[in-house]
């Protein structure tokens, strides 16, 4: 993965961060947001895009 297209994810109640890549073209305006395992509340949970 090239370093200037890493995305941070993270969960606000847990503090959790997950880094994915994103395709600067095609999203430019847009903030991620994925459904991931979070491993603290054992469950599915949203996680938004924030800054590096």
Same mark, same amino acid.
């Given at each position: ?10 969960? $606000? ?12 073209? $095609? ?7 994925? $459904? ?11 996680? $938004?895009?924030?800054?590096?």
């Amino acid at each position: 993965m090239a370093q200037q297209n890493l995305v941070k994810l993270t969960n $606000k109640e847990t503090g959790e961060t997950y880094w994915s890549s994103k395709n600067k073209k $095609k999203l430019a305006g847009i903030k991620l947001e994925f $459904k991931k395992y979070s491993k603290k509340l054992r469950k599915v949970v949203t996680f $938004k895009e924030t800054k590096k």
